[in-house]
Nanobody
């Protein structure tokens, strides 16, 4: 079964940190760019960050630049999203997704089930 599984979400106070993981099973992430997306209640899904298949190219939404860092460990078939200086407006369900090829552009082939991140005091 081909799937992506996110983990690492939870409740954190403003200013705190979390690290999300996106693990693939049934296929290798080596040939896929991976994106992180989020959706807050009542809002549309938005792209947060993406990393190319080689890891050599990354991009971030303006709202998270300087606070979030995306990385990948192809040996572990896992992509990470390190989130620092979290704000209440970062509260959302976070999803990872895989698109075949080196670039983050295109239609994503696989999606995870999501992990909840709640930033609140």
């Amino acid at each position: 079964q081909l799937q992506l599984v996110e983990s690492g979400g939870g409740l954190v106070q403003p200013g705190g940190s979390l690290r999300l993981s996106c693990a693939a099973s049934g296929f290798t992430l080596d040939y896929y760019a991976i994106g992180w997306f989020r959706q807050a209640p009542g809002k549309e899904r938005e792209g947060v960050s993406c990393i190319s298949s080689s890891g050599g190219s990354t991009n971030y939404a303006d709202s998270v630049k300087g606070r979030f860092t995306i990385s990948r460990d192809n040996a572990k078939n896992t992509v990470y999203l390190q989130m620092n200086s979290l704000k209440p407006e970062d509260t959302a369900v976070y999803y990872c997704a895989a698109v075949y090829g080196s670039s983050c552009k295109g239609e994503y082939d696989y999606w995870g089930q999501g992990t909840q991140v709640t930033v609140s005091s």
